[in-house]
Structures are given as structure tokens and as C-alpha cells.
């Protein structure tokens, strides 16, 4: 029996089986710096290196075990596992597809236990059905497809379907480019076809998703690092504009009114409102060596020192609120007081009656969060887009935010009733 093609399939196999050991290596030393993204990538990268394996198996057995009846057991084995490598890999791929959506929409998809449930499905009737000649029959010489082998087509298929579904029922959040990225896990396969056509007996299948991945790996890669390099480069262009806006000439005139007038009626109120300006001042200043995120018990020391400045200018039209549950994890210099400031700027200010500004922390099991909200006037979007201080520096905070730690930031506001402004800072890999 002639088994050149075998060998290639062998050579092939262990060839991109060492790329595939190289990349997971790779994701093993950068494990820390992981979100789920990624995990659910890595992942992809051992169910693809099982297929690989259960191939290299396969091809071992047909070209060394003699005895038929061994080889057809232990090649119907490596089929199984074959097959269980081949649905992970879609099924992580249904995942990693519906957590890159939720990054890019700030919705959460969940669809795990779903994928789950049709992976085992499909699986246990594939591997059952397998074992009875159903799937695949192996004479020990020659592969024919059972009358069930469709059942591994239509799992497959429903599988990359649902993503599919996905990506076009949000289509509005993901670049086109990017979709194709994401769709080269089903180009990459119908190549692969094509070559089949002409080399019958060639694996294709996990080569093409092996080829895929790093195709996926690589040019996500390449762009992450493009848009951080642009971000940090625009980062350090802005940070004299966010210490301009954050150092306002028209509250450093009323702040140092009102000390002046401390000064006679109240002398050692006056010298604590000093050191708090002093403290203030101070932060502000420091903030342009920030190149780094600072925890949240850092950035509250500053937002107190602000706020007590406000409430010595407001007195009892200002009410402050904390309920600082959680205050380890970072964020970046002075987004907590940007929000802090426009609640009372652009709610409380505006409202003839005063209000109540409420600053809140506490986490989840995927997020920190840190909830600045205000009873003042409100707004709507297009105040936001005619408010060209208020629109650059929540567009400027959502960038900072989004390179310096993946977070996000949601605007809830009503015309009359309040805003209400939260950070989302994801827990995995990036504090």
C-alpha cells in the first residue's frame, strides 16, 4: 500500500502542530496580560493542536500497525478525537466571536451555555455513531463516509451560522475589515476545498484553520498595536489641553474669593481651604507625569480636595455623597474628576435650588465600576454635541479609558431629572 500522501498529511501536521505549540507558549507567558477574548483564542489554539495531533495519530497508525483489526479501533479513536478537537474549536470561535462583539458594542451577549449544549450534542452523537460504523467505515485499507457523517457538516455549520447571525444583527459596531478577519475561519476551509478537489486525500481542514488562526492572531495583533501607538501618541499630544480644562481660570477666581474672604470671617477655615487649593493644585499638576493608571483611593483623594473647594463655594446648595466599596484597582489620572466636575458644572450649577452629587465604587465578578451621579438639570445628546468642553472632554476621558485600561464609560442622562455617568473597568488582565 503506497503511503506517500499519509507522510505529507504526517509532515504537514507536525509542521503547523509546532507553530500552533509556539503561539499557545506564547500565550502562556502573557497569560496575566489575558482577557477572554484572548482566552477563548488560546483556546481555539489547543482544540486546533488536537485536531493536528489526532491527525498525526492517524497517519502514525495506517503506515505502522499491520494488524487490521488494531488499526481499524485505534484509527476510529483518532477520528473521535479528531472530531471533539474540531467542535471546540468551533465552539470557543462562537464564543471569542460574541465577546469581541460585546467589547466593540458595550453590550453583553451571552450565549455560552447554548454553544455548550450543541457542542455535547453533537459530539455524543457523532462519537457514538462513530464507533458503529455510522459516521466513518474503515476497512483498514480505504476511508468511506457513513450515512450520518452530514451530522458533522450540520453541527459545524449551525455553529459558525449563529456567529454569523451575530455579526450581522450588529454589524453597525464592527468594521468591515474586521468582519472579514473574523470570517476567515470559513474562507480559509473553502480553499482548502479546492485544493482537495485536486489532492483527494489531503487533511485540509485543520491546516486551513491553523492558517486561519494566525491570520486572525496576526493582523488583530498588528492592529491593537497601531491603535495603542496612536493612542498614546495623541494621549501625550492632550494632556496639557485636560490639565487646561481641568484648572478652570473662573473657579480658581471664585475658590480664591472665597478664601479671601475666609480669611476675616472664619481665619482657620481659610488655612485648611489653602491647603486643600494647595493639595488641588497640586494633583492637577502631577497629573501630567501620569502616564500610567493610579488607583481609585488616589484619584478620590483629589476628587475630595475638588469637592470640598465647591462646597465652601455652594454650602448648602451642594450635597456630597460617597460609598467607596472598592478602591484598589486603576484607572487613569483625573477621569473620576472630570465626571465629579461636570456633575457639579453642568448639573448642579445650572439648578437654582442646589442638588446632590453622589460619588460610588464597588465591582462585580467581570468589572470595577465607579458611578458619579447628580440630581441637577440634565441634558440631552444634543447638548453634549453643541457643548464643545463638555463633548471633548468625555470623548477625550472614553480614549484615555479605553487605551490605558479597556474600560468604558456610559452617559445616562434626563432633561430635568439628573446624569448619571459610569466607568466599567474589566477585571481580567489589565490591573
Partial sequence: MDHTIDYVNLGIAAFLLAIMCIK??????????????????????????????????????????????????????AYAVYFVGFYMLLGFYSVYVTYYISRMSGKKLKIRVFILFLVISYLVMLVFYLFRGGVISFDGNNFEKGPLYFIGQVGGYSLLFLTFIYMVVYRQYL???????????????????????????????????????????????????????????????????????????????????????????????AQEAIGRFADYLRGNLDSLEKAECITLQKEMDHVTNYLSLEKMRFR??????????????????????????????HGIHKKEEGGIVRVESFSDEDYYYVVVEDNGVGFDSEEIKNSDGLHIGLDNLRERLLTMCKGLLIIESTKGVGTKSTIKIPKVGYN
Fill in 24 to 77: 499557545l507558549f506564547g500565550d502562556i507567558h502573557l497569560r496575566k496580560a489575558s482577557n477572554k477574548e484572548r482566552l477563548q483564542f488560546t483556546k481555539m489554539l489547543v482544540a486546533n493542536s488536537i485536531m493536528l495531533l489526532a491527525v498525526i495519530l492517524g497517519k502514525i497508525f495506517v503506515c505502522t500497525i499491520k494488524n487490521d483489526m488494531l488499526l481499524i479501533f485505534l484509527s476510529t479513536v
Fill in 175 to 269: 468594521k468591515l475589515n474586521n468582519i472579514l478577519r473574523l470570517l476567515s475561519i470559513v474562507f480559509f476551509p473553502l480553499i482548502g476545498v479546492i485544493i482537495r478537489s485536486f489532492v483527494p486525500d489531503l487533511e485540509v481542514l485543520p491546516y486551513s484553520f491553523c492558517l486561519s488562526l494566525i491570520f486572525m492572531d496576526n493582523t488583530f495583533q498588528y492592529e491593537q498595536e497601531r491603535l495603542i501607538l496612536e493612542q498614546e501618541d495623541k494621549i501625550s499630544r492632550d494632556r496639557i489641553k485636560i490639565l487646561l480644562s481641568q484648572i478652570r481660570p473662573h473657579f480658581l477666581y471664585n475658590v480664591l474669593n472665597s478664601i479671601y474672604v475666609l480669611c476675616e470671617k472664619d481665619p482657620e477655615k
Fill in 316 to 345: 448648602e446648595k451642594l450635597t456630597i455623597k460617597y460609598d467607596i466599596k472598592d478602591e484598589r484597582f486603576l484607572l487613569p489620572a483625573l477621569s473620576v474628576q472630570l465626571l465629579v466636575e461636570n456633575a457639579v458644572k
